[in-house]
């Protein structure tokens, strides 16, 4: 009988720490994943901010969202959200979720604003696998080639050298590293395409909102 009740006691204390420890594990999740959220939402944050100014709209990004699905930009068939900067109730700019998939070593993904009139507002590298030293000049904090993007065009007669000087293109690309900056300018010619395309779809909640 002791050696019964010694098992009982055993068994209930097992089961006890296992359902106390699954209970904290599953607080643990939740909380980090609502902090990773947020810390997520606030790096984006600051990456549309630094695209579009704060001062210069008059709406908030994160909240004014039109819904697109656009798989040769994202690398997949579901929707995303393009965000609108207003100015008096129109839009100024719109900033592009883009996946660029021929990264050296994989996605980069990748945001790209587009002003009204069909230029780069800015384009910011969220997350990326490439070569630290190397490829990994995209990134603002590394370097400041990503701003050499801004105001460019790839319409009309400025198409065939929106393109790294490898490929006969305007923009540098770093030694010994092209395909990463080569993939970004790409991605970055992809999304300007999409936004002349798609301008009136994109604008509509502006130009709706306004009349």
């Not at 592009?96 to 980069?108: E, K, W």
Request: proline fraction near 4%; glycine fraction near 8%; aromatic fraction near 6%.
């Amino acid at each position: 009988m002791e050696m019964f009740s010694a098992i009982r006691s055993s068994t209930l204390g097992i089961t006890l720490f296992a359902v106390v420890t699954a209970a904290l594990i599953a607080v643990t999740q939740v909380s980090t994943k609502e902090r990773i959220a947020k810390n997520e939402r606030d790096a984006q944050a600051r990456a549309l901010y630094e695209i579009v100014p704060k001062s210069t709209i008059d709406n908030d990004m994160l909240e004014d969202t039109v819904s697109f699905v656009a798989p040769e930009l994202l690398g997949h068939d579901q929707p995303a959200d393009a965000y609108l900067a207003r100015k008096d109730g129109k839009v100024v700019a719109v900033i592009l979720p883009v996946v660029a998939p021929d990264g050296y070593s994989g996605n980069i993904n990748m945001i790209v604003g587009v002003k009204r009139d069909g230029s780069v507002a800015g384009v910011r590298v969220l997350a990326h696998k490439e070569t630290p030293g190397l490829g990994d000049k995209v990134d603002l904090k590394k370097s400041g080639w990503i701003l050499g993007l801004n105001n460019q065009r790839n319409d009309n007669d400025q198409r065939d050298s929106f393109a790294v000087l490898k490929d006969g293109g305007r923009f540098d690309q770093f030694t010994g590293a092209t395909i990463t900056p080569r993939a970004v300018v790409g991605a970055t010619s992809r999304a300007l395409d999409y936004f002349r395309t798609n301008k009136a779809a994109l604008l509509e909640p502006a130009i709706t909102g306004a009349e």
